[in-house]
Structures are given as C-alpha cells and as structure tokens.
C-alpha cells in the first residue's frame, strides 16, 4: 500500500509538480485510499508564470499510465493480502481443531490413566487381604501344629533311642 502511495507521489511531483512549489499546496496523500489534487487549473496557471509556456497534456498519458499502473499494483497487493488473510483464518481454524482434538486426546488418556491406576489399587488391596487371610491361616496352622505336636509328646511316650537299646539287652 505504501509502495503503491510513493508511484503515485513520485509520479505526480516528478513529471507534473511546478518548479519551486510545495508539493503539500498542490497535491497530496491523505488517508489510505483518497488522492487528493488541486485543480489543474491551478497547476497550469502557476506553470503559465513559473515557466512561461504551456506545458498542458505534454506527459499526462505518462502519468496515466503510473496511475493505472499503481491502482492495478494495489489490487494486486490487496488481493494477494487478502488471499494470505484467508489462508491465517483458515490455518487457524485447523490450528484450533487441532488443538480441541489433542485436548480431547489429553482427557481420554488421563481418563484412561486414572481408571488403571485405580484397577491397580483395587488389586493390590485384592493381594494384600489375600496376604493377610493366609497369614492367618499359617498363624491358625502353626498353633494346630504345635498342639498336635504337644499331644504326641505327652500321649505317646517315646523312649530315647539309647534307652531301648539298653532295655532289650537285660532281658
């Protein structure tokens, strides 16, 4: 846009513009689009004095052509600009997609982590009241055990080894 302003500066000053003038008094850029120029009148009479001879249409076409020139560079240009435009909007609206889609993907695994971990809790808690059920089963066991071992030893005299080796040989 500010290429396209200068060609249309550099035109008008350059071929047109009254020696020893302000360019500000006889045309100038304001705002993006808005050329404004004085009359040509103007122009013509001050250029009538500066000068001494009419100079009236002798680079006009010239000066045509730079501005025809330049509206169809800014159409380019806009045109181009708003094609790029179109291409952010749209890269960003994938972008957002793409974004809600890994989010979404976040949450499921999360989702998925925390119903693991909490099959994971619910079978060690399973194991460990396993571990303690057949610790005491062991523990019940073992008091059976020495019980029954208790009684044997009470009701069933043994004789040690020795002493019946001794007692069969006084008979």
């Given at each position: 846009?500010?290429?396209?302003?200068?060609?249309l500066v550099d035109a008008f000053m350059r071929d047109e513009a009254?020696?020893?003038?302000?360019?500000?008094v006889h045309g100038s850029l304001h705002g993006d689009k808005v050329v404004l120029l004085t009359p040509a009148a103007d122009i013509?009479?001050?250029?009538?004095?500066?000068?001494?001879?009419?100079t009236l249409g002798k680079n006009w076409p010239e000066v045509l052509e730079r501005v025809r020139?330049?509206?169809?560079?800014?159409?380019?240009?806009?045109?181009r600009a708003e094609e790029?435009?179109?291409r952010v909007q749209e890269l960003l609206e994938q972008v957002r997609a793409d974004m809600q889609d890994a989010h979404a993907r976040v949450q499921a695994a999360e989702?998925?982590?925390?119903?693991?971990?909490a099959q994971a809790n619910k079978l060690i808690q399973a194991a460990e009241e396993r571990a303690r059920i057949a610790q005491e089963?062991?523990?019940?066991?073992?008091?059976?055990?020495?019980?029954?071992?208790?009684?044997i030893e009470t009701e069933?005299?043994?004789?040690?080894?020795?002493?019946?080796?001794?007692?069969?040989?006084?008979?």
């Open positions: 846009m500010e290429q396209a302003r200068q060609l009254v020696p020893g003038s302000d360019p500000q013509t009479a001050t250029r009538h004095s500066a000068v001494g001879s009419p020139g330049a509206a169809q560079y800014m159409r380019t240009v806009e045109s790029q435009e179109f989702k998925r982590t925390r119903d693991v971990q089963r062991t523990a019940t066991i073992e008091g059976w055990l020495v019980q029954i071992s208790e009684a069933f005299v043994v004789e040690p080894v020795n002493a019946r080796k001794a007692g069969t040989k006084r008979s």
